[in-house]
């Protein structure tokens, strides 16, 4: 989820390419770069780290250069260093360079094949093949280098060229990432949010997936990638201001993160899934040490922990290896008992969680093999555990947290097969079709995201409700937590959640003539133990919310709404279920007239015990 800008016209470019970069840094923090045309070549300027390390490299460049890009990284494919930052240069590093946003994922037959053509590669990177295709196909005309490029490419992307032989020129293209143009008065600007340029222009023109876009200062060009010259593109006139425009045009950085939660998915599953292969180097262990694993523990606060939850269904299911998760709080007081085939997993969206950081540090001290999953490069985490497997989120600005959650039960769920694949738990045919069901999941977000639900009538009856009870079984049972643990934190409600089945445990007390009930109840094995329960609840007067899957008409039999979810298989569903419950969560607090952003005595991160 990288940062994309750029700028033909008649203004220097180095202060509108910082500036923009500044708006975009939430959607990349690892390294950032500028690409500057000057009279004798591309100027280039890297740094890795956050913008300001940027900033201190340009100085008091005093480049009059009227085109330029510049990018700011989330890194995907290769390591944090100044040599994978962005613009990514071709073999004549003067002439040509490239930006880009997303994962190709053909990129290492593309490589082969430039390399065999003698094409040298000087980055780690997936998008640095990107650069060499165009400068294959370019033989005087940058458009029809990208279009041919283009057509060699498979995967998720959006970029953007540069080429010293056209000095008021820069072309780009899209496919499933974002990549719009803004329009000023003889000065043209192409980025990956309108945030970037919102302080220069508010005339946009969007580009649709299969098109070039050729800027120049008198303005923009629309090519298809097939068919040549695209006829009339409208022009929009946006009345964001600039905070809405961070937001997306979202009312709330909360809002705007569920509904980012496919491209957050689809980025961390991204090349770690290539035509239904598993490709997770970055674990930590060899085969060996996989295969003499005796126990999982998963270490872990709030959202995260929940997460945890999840893996360890997911995990005990697919590769048979015992799994505790603990919140890391109190499990570094327990005097915990590790050894040398014990995995440690610390999971921290921030990567800075105090109580997580300790619980790893203590893993390692004591022998275990450590794991981190984190969003955050660089954090101290990372620094603490032996192996590293990042979420691919971009910034979450939102304290409750949402597509980092949903990202973390994918990325769990590709360490869970990777075990299953070296444990030879699963046949390797039943890891391909979860492989494939996993690679469909953003799509199935979007589905639901953009469909039709009884969301908002549910929360107008109920907004005003003194109490909640959140019920699930098996994996049902973390959602229905985190289902919970949104709405005690954005809507100020008393919330409890619990295992269906302790329900009548004490539970059951609190329910009343009225009381919401919200049941986790997609097709699982455990689907009619659920349905007892609601039923138990329903004969206390209670009124039963379902979270169900697609097709399932039985429910409609037991519970008094339902909101349905597209259907996938049993141990992929808590990152479809949970959407709902992060939308019944925020349109409640809404309705009350709260922040959500920032609810009160909350941070976004927790670094002290």
């Known amino acids: 989820m990288c940062g994309i800008i750029g700028y033909v016209g008649p203004r220097a470019s180095k202060p509108l390419l910082v500036a923009g970069l500044e708006r975009l840094e939430y959607r990349g923090y690892d390294s950032a770069g500028l690409a500057l045309l000057e009279d004798d070549g591309l100027d280039y300027v890297r740094a890795v780290g956050n913008l300001q390390k940027l900033k201190r490299a340009v100085g008091s460049?005093?480049?009059?250069?009227?085109?330029?890009?510049?990018?700011?990284?989330?890194?995907?494919?290769g390591s944090v260093c100044e040599e994978n930052a962005h613009p990514l240069t071709g073999c004549e590093d003067d002439e040509l360079a490239i930006v880009l946003n997303g994962i190709v994922e053909n990129y290492r037959e593309l490589k082969q094949s430039l390399q065999a053509e003698g094409h040298r590669f000087s980055s780690e990177t997936d998008a640095e093949v990107v650069v060499h295709l165009i400068e294959r196909h370019y033989e005087g005309d940058l458009v029809d280098a990208v279009r041919a490029a283009y057509r060699e490419l498979e995967g998720h992307f959006a970029l953007v060229a540069i080429h010293h032989a056209h000095p008021d020129l820069l072309?780009?293209?899209?496919?499933?990432?974002?990549?719009?143009?803004?329009?000023?008065d003889g000065e043209t600007f192409l980025a990956s949010s309108i945030a970037a340029f919102l302080t220069e222009t508010r005339q946009v023109q969007f580009i649709e997936d299969g098109e070039v876009v050729a800027i120049t200062p008198e303005g923009a060009t629309f090519t298809s990638v097939e068919d040549g010259l695209v006829e009339g593109r409208d022009v929009i006139e946006i009345d964001w201001d600039i905070e809405s425009a961070q937001k997306g045009g979202y009312e709330t950085f909360m809002l705007k993160e569920i509904y980012e939660q496919p491209e957050a998915v689809r980025e961390t599953i991204g090349d770690r899934v290539r035509h239904g292969e598993l490709v997770l180097d970055a674990i930590g262990m060899t085969e060996t040490e996989i295969q003499n694993l005796r126990r999982i523990v998963v270490v872990a606060c709030g959202t995260s922990y929940h997460a945890g939850v999840v893996g360890r269904y997911i995990i005990e299911e697919w590769a048979r290896v015992p799994v505790e998760p603990d919140i890391a709080s109190e499990w570094i007081y327990r005097r915990p008992v590790l050894s040398k085939d014990t995995l440690v997993i610390g999971i921290a969206q921030s990567g800075e969680t105090r109580d997580t950081v300790n619980a790893v540090a203590l893993a390692r001290e004591s022998g275990a093999r450590t794991l981190a999953l984190t969003n955050l490069m660089g954090t101290q985490i990372t620094r603490e555990a032996e192996a590293v497997l990042y979420t691919r989120c971009g910034m979450e600005v939102g304290v409750a947290a949402s597509k980092t959650f949903t990202a973390q039960v994918a990325l769990l769920s590709l360490v869970a097969l990777k075990l299953a694949q070296v444990r030879k738990t699963l046949p390797a045919e039943e890891i391909e079709f979860i492989l494939d069901r996993l690679y469909e999941l953003p799509e199935k977000i979007e589905?639901?995201?953009?469909?039709?639900?009884?969301?908002?009538?549910?929360?107008?009856?109920?907004?005003?409700?003194?109490?909640?009870?959140?019920?699930?079984?098996?994996?049902?049972?973390?959602?229905?937590?985190?289902?919970?643990?949104?709405?005690?934190?954005?809507?100020?409600?008393?919330?409890?959640?619990?295992s269906a089945g302790e329900?009548?445990?004490?539970?059951?007390?609190?329910?009343?003539?009225?009381?919401?009930?919200?049941?986790v109840a997609t097709n699982i094995h455990v689907y009619d133990k659920i349905v007892s329960n609601i039923q138990e609840t329903r004969a206390r007067?209670?009124?039963?919310?379902?979270?169900?899957?697609?097709?399932?008409?039985d429910i409609q039999h037991h519970a008094d709404d339902v909101i349905y979810v597209p259907r996938t298989p049993a141990f992929l569903q808590?990152?479809?279920?949970?959407?709902?419950?992060?939308?019944?969560?925020?349109r409640i607090a809404r309705l009350r007239g709260l922040n959500v952003d920032q609810p009160r005595n909350l941070a976004k991160t927790v670094t002290v015990e």
């Open 61 to 77: 460049n005093g480049s009059l250069s009227t085109t330029g890009l510049g990018h700011t990284r989330w890194a995907t494919h």
């Open 447 to 498: 589905q639901f995201l953009d469909g039709n639900h009884p969301i908002e009538e549910i929360a107008q009856r109920f907004y005003e409700q003194p109490f909640f009870l959140y019920l699930g079984r098996h994996i049902g049972l973390p959602v229905a937590l985190e289902g919970a643990l949104k709405l005690k934190e954005i809507s100020y409600i008393p919330t409890e959640a619990y």
């Open 574 to 586: 808590a990152v479809l279920a949970v959407v709902p419950l992060q939308l019944l969560a925020y």
């Open 503 to 519: 329900m009548k445990h004490g539970p059951i007390a609190l329910l009343e003539q009225g009381t919401p009930v919200v049941v």
């Open 171 to 184: 072309v780009g293209a899209r496919f499933q990432c974002p990549l719009v143009v803004g329009l000023g």
């Open 541 to 553: 007067g209670a009124h039963v919310i379902a979270i169900a899957t697609d097709g399932n008409e």
